[in-house]
């Protein structure tokens, strides 16, 4: 009996301790705006790809291969690959998809440069890279591998993971459609600071695709305050 007593006792003097704890911490005024850490790393990127068989996420490496990766943002928020195939699949090896034509030979309308980083390579399955036509040629074209493939690397920019959905990857055919490609996270800050490439970019895409979505609007960050 004696023990119950001290027990309830030591639990009494616990929860009277967390609540004066949580009391001392200061509350956030109603309305206030959230409070975030400068050097917390920005909130991962992602696309997700919706197919008939599934949905595939890929995290995207925006920090490695920002143009790849802007380029891929931005396709997929005009709607540039909804409705279109994976063209080709390469047994056991990879997938690709993302022509316009269906054909594995089309591009959005421009080219832009590789961008190798040592630490990206094509070493498991999941990984995601451009495909072209030689070197400096990326555009809209991309494959997913489904073994690890050392031949690409250096060859075809890396510029995301799977990191669900390879069950997914692995049942497509050729002809699969791409049902739609959905962002996750927030990309202003890569868009802005790549904001003149995608100009360009956009402009080569309302020439050749006059249907697509409109260009996102990219708004810059606010000046800081004289003083502030």
Not at 154 to 160: A, L, P, S, V
Not at 179 to 188: H, K, N
């Amino acid at each position: 009996m004696g023990d119950c007593v001290l027990f309830s006792l030591a639990l009494l003097w616990f929860s009277a301790g967390m609540a004066t704890a949580m009391q001392d911490k200061p509350s956030p005024p109603p309305g206030a705006q959230p409070q975030v850490d400068a050097a917390r790393k920005p909130s991962t990127l992602a696309a997700v790809i919706k197919t008939a068989r599934g949905d595939v996420r890929i995290e995207l490496f925006a920090d490695k291969t920002p143009l790849a990766a802007a380029n891929f943002v931005n396709l997929s928020l005009r709607g540039f690959y909804d409705g279109l195939t994976f063209d080709r699949i390469i047994a056991k090896t990879a997938v690709e998809g993302g022509c316009p034509l269906g054909k594995g030979i089309g591009f959005p309308g421009y080219k832009f440069e590789d961008e190798f980083d040592p630490k990206l390579r094509h070493d498991a399955a999941g990984v995601v890279s451009l495909l072209g036509a030689g070197p400096d040629t990326n555009g809209c074209r991309f494959t997913i591998t489904l073994r690890a493939m050392p031949a690409m690397d250096d060859r075809n920019t890396i510029f995301g993971k799977a990191t669900s959905g390879m069950d997914v990857v692995r049942k497509l055919e050729p002809g699969d459609k791409i049902e739609s490609v959905r962002v996750e996270g927030d990309p202003a800050v890569l868009l802005n600071k790549l904001k003149d490439r995608l100009a360009e970019w956009n402009k080569a895409l309302d020439e050749k695709f006059p249907r697509l979505k409109p260009a996102p609007v990219v708004t810059p960050p606010a000046e800081p305050k004289p003083g502030g």
